[in-house]
């Protein structure tokens, strides 16, 4: 069975820096990456994901993330963090290799952006 | 894009009762939805799978006698806990795709006195 580490729980910068979060998935096979959003009060809202091709992905909002199959991570970026992005952010993988569509998540990594 | 809505967001019961949550595929079908459940900083576990018109299929480890999920129609699925105890206090998240990509409602958080 696949996994996902988040191994940052709570990430505090200031508005203007550069953002990354990582995510590592333990499974051997083909997968499937994505990225979640979920900002306060709100739903879980996919930012980006990867199938296949380009390893480096480019979601919603000026974020991206690379898909390193080597070091089996799919680190979350965004050069410019803005208070907006203030939210959870969880990454989840699918790998089920019968075409299933279960998602395994991370724990999420909480983002707050200071002014 | 597609919008999942789940109701009740916040349910507070006693220890023993049964509660309902409700979740909505509000503009497309789903024949499939998705049940998990979240603990404070933890993962979203994947609880069940609910199928329209078939019996869930339940991930290793759930008790399907006590979350008992319905899935009567192409738009909504209900997951049931039943008997529910301080344990079971949780957030429930559901989520159905659409399109290929999987929406998720905003969770009913349950808290069991």
């Known amino acids: 069975a696949q996994s996902v580490s988040q191994h940052n729980h709570h990430v505090i910068l200031s508005e203007a820096a550069s953002l990354e979060l990582g995510c590592n998935y333990s499974y051997g096979g083909t997968v499937n990456l994505f990225w979640y959003v979920q900002y306060p009060g709100q739903h879980l809202q996919l930012l980006l994901k990867y199938f296949s091709g380009d390893p480096l992905v480019k979601g919603i909002k000026g974020f991206e993330a690379e898909f390193i199959k080597s070091k089996f991570s799919f680190n979350l970026r965004k050069p410019s963090v803005q208070w907006s992005d203030t939210a959870e952010y969880f990454c989840?993988?699918?790998?089920?290799?019968?075409?299933?569509?279960?998602?395994?998540f991370g724990t999420g990594t909480r983002l707050t952006i200071i002014p | 894009g597609a919008v999942v809505s789940q109701h009740p967001s916040r349910v507070i019961c006693k220890s023993g009762t049964s509660v309902k949550i409700e979740c909505r595929s509000l503009d497309f079908q789903a024949t499939t939805m998705f049940w998990y459940r979240q603990f404070p900083k933890q993962s979203l576990m994947l609880m069940a799978t609910?199928?329209?018109?078939?019996?869930?299929?339940?991930e290793q480890g759930v008790e399907k006698d006590k979350f008992l999920i319905n899935h009567a129609s192409l738009t909504l699925s209900t997951l049931t806990v039943t008997s529910a105890h301080p344990e079971d206090s949780s957030f429930y998240i559901c989520?159905?795709?659409?399109?290929?990509?999987?929406?998720f409602g905003e969770g009913s958080r349950l808290t069991v006195l």
């Open positions: 989840a993988v699918n790998a089920d290799e019968d075409g299933n569509e279960k998602l395994t």
């Open positions: 609910s199928n329209e018109g078939s019996k869930a299929t339940y």
């Open positions: 989520s159905a795709r659409s399109s290929g990509e999987l929406f």
